[in-house]
């Protein structure tokens, strides 16, 4: 089963992905954090990247399907053997990429089994990223309102925290933007083809993931 899981900037999709993919060891591909670390890498195109990561608008499609392709391809006859599948967070972000996503899961004989979007207010979009913290020592993310960190500016290891660039508030609202204009047509896609579900994402995690669980029959 191949999931994509969609929902605003903040509405906590990294985090149930993360439950899905411990309990059933999905294979999880986070399309923001690839692109963080090729911004930090010495690919050829890192500030290239880096620019759009920052400003908080889509890298181009094309950059995104060689990513997408690379990783796919890199992990299908693993995954079939175990009978595992992807977990696609933040990606697709357009039509354009949803139909390029399809059409490169078709060549290993797959598809996109159901959509999840998790639906948060842009208030709470807002609140949830201004107080996202990551851990610049062991990659962990915290959120001072929902998940505090043990210290102010201090993870669990003993990291400094800081906050992504492009959490500051002008670019959480150029991405919750973009986002939305977006999405709109992703979700009627998913929609007319019959795998989407919405799920109120302004409940405990918990409740969440169960729901998550259930709608997927697993
Ligand atoms: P996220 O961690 O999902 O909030 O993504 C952070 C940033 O990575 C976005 O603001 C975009 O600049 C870039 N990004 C992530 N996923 C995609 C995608 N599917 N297509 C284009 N750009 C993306």
Not at 90 to 112: T, W
Not at 138 to 162: D, F, S, V
Request: neutral net charge; charged residues 30%; proline residues 6%.
């Amino acid at each position: 089963m191949n999931i994509m899981i969609l929902g605003p900037q903040g509405s906590g999709k990294g985090t149930q992905a993360e439950l899905l993919v411990k309990q059933f060891g999905f294979n999880y591909v986070e399309m923001g954090e690839i692109l963080r670390s090729i911004a930090n890498s010495n690919n050829p195109k890192a500030e290239e990247i880096k620019g759009y990561l920052n400003s908080g608008k889509l890298v181009p499609d094309e950059f995104v399907r060689t990513v997408a392709w690379d990783h796919i391809s890199k992990k299908e006859s693993s995954l079939r053997e175990k009978k595992k599948g992807f977990i696609f967070d933040g990606y697709p972000r357009s039509v354009a990429q949803f139909e390029q996503l399809e059409d490169m899961l078709r060549r290993f004989g797959k598809k996109i089994d159901k959509l999840i979007y998790i639906t948060i207010p842009e208030e709470e979009s807002i609140k949830r990223l201004s107080a996202r913290r990551d851990c610049t020592k062991c990659g962990r993310i915290w959120n001072q309102i929902t998940n505090p960190p043990p210290g102010p500016e201090t993870c669990e290891c003993g990291g400094k925290l800081t906050q992504r660039g492009d959490d500051q508030p002008e670019a959480i609202k150029n991405r919750l933007g973009i986002f939305h204009a977006n999405t709109g047509p992703i979700l009627k896609k998913a929609r007319e083809e019959g795998i989407l579900t919405e799920v109120d994402g302004e409940r405990p995690i918990e409740a969440i993931h169960e729901e998550i669980v259930k709608e997927l029959g697993l």
